[in-house]
């Protein structure tokens, strides 16, 4: 198994653009959440999915689009780069809600916007 | 809402030193707890995690924890440390009960282990 995978690895971004990131899972997880991580902040989740074609805001939603059209799948957009939005980004998933299980990270994504 | 302390932001030890980062939480009801652990350039890795039972746990690499309810804390412990463990390390926690699967995170502690 690959676990969770994030697209891309690196990205750099001029203020204004868009893109999307892409995150998959082969654990058949219900869950995936999208979090950033910045020096000092640790991770904060921006949106998160209980199932197909469900989503939810997290702590800092702002600025950014989520969609889970596949249960294996969780895209993160972001319409209009903002300078404020260069972090790592790291998706998880984790079976059931249950409050007690574990949450497996992909790799990241580290994005810069100039 | 639920929220996490980590007490220092970068400890640094000599190889073979003991080590206990500090993890407080505030939320007065029922709670899991978790540290994760980062290695540079790698994903988060779960290190250890209570829910129930003894307050005591142990995970993986020999890192333990201990819950201490009337004090709100989840402190990680190891009593030998080695370079390898190198990292940053950062405690979360969960509220107990329905639909309560979101994570909250500490800021993070950075350990660097000198040889």
């Known amino acids: 198994n690959a676990g969770v995978t994030q697209t891309p690895k690196f990205r750099v971004l001029k203020t204004g653009q868009s893109m999307t990131l892409l995150c998959a899972q082969d654990m058949n997880h219900e869950y995936m959440y999208w979090y950033r991580q910045d020096p000092g902040m640790g991770l904060r989740l921006i949106h998160y999915s209980v199932g197909e074609g469900t989503t939810a805001k997290g702590e800092v939603p702002d600025g950014y689009n989520v969609s889970r059209l596949k249960k294996q799948n969780f895209l993160l957009g972001l319409e209009s780069a903002a300078p404020s939005q260069t972090s790592v980004y790291f998706c998880a998933s984790s079976t059931l809600g249950r409050a007690y299980n574990e949450q497996f990270f992909g790799p990241g994504t580290r994005l810069t916007v100039l | 809402a639920q929220s996490v302390s980590q007490h220092n932001h970068h400890v640094i030890l000599s190889e073979a030193a003991s080590l206990e980062l500090g993890c407080n939480y505030s939320?007065?009801?029922?709670?899991?707890l978790f540290w994760y652990v980062q290695y540079p350039g790698q994903h988060l890795q779960l290190l250890l995690k209570y829910f129930s039972g003894d307050p005591l746990v142990k995970g993986i690499k020999g890192f333990e924890a201990e819950f201490i309810k009337s004090k709100f804390s989840f402190n990680l412990r190891k009593p030998s440390v080695q370079w390898s463990d190198t990292a940053e390390y950062f405690c979360?926690?969960?509220?107990?009960?329905?639909?309560?699967?979101?994570?909250?995170f500490g800021k993070g502690t950075k350990l660097s282990v000198i040889p």
């Open positions: 979360a926690v969960t509220r107990s009960g329905a639909g309560s699967y979101q994570l909250t």
């Open positions: 939320y007065g009801g029922t709670v899991n």
